[in-house]
């Protein structure tokens, strides 16, 4: 009798299963019709435009210039978000941290950031600076 009771229990109805099976079967059913080797060939063509790189022309001439895969560009997101964050978690820590801006003693990680760079530097500052002169020459001269 205990058997009889379970088997009549009423099940709520529920419209998110019945959608949820519905989609699965219709999804069989499409699935069905597509012959093999074309099914194989949508799902490769798929992978490689979410995986692979590509190539576009670039409007210049026959010159194409490489389009990242959106795996890619999902990644190279993350990990730049990734890397901003430990960059202030590391300018923020207490290592990186000056107190007295006046005569101020840097970091010991800044300062040979700085020498290290110095080159760089300095050929940016002087390219900035000789550029703008010889413009400013160059306007005298009109």
Known sequence: MSEDKKENKVVKFNPDE??????AKIKDAFIEIIPEEEWEDMIRKQYKSFFLDSQKKSGYGNDTIKVPSEFSTL???????IARDKMIKILNSPKYKITNLINAELPK???KMIIDSAPQIIESMIK????FAVQQMQNYQR
């Open 18 to 23: 019945v959608m949820a099976r519905l989609k």
């Open 75 to 81: 990644a190279q997101e993350i990990l730049k978000d």
């Open 109 to 111: 990680a800044i300062n």
């Open 128 to 131: 900035q600076h000789v550029g």
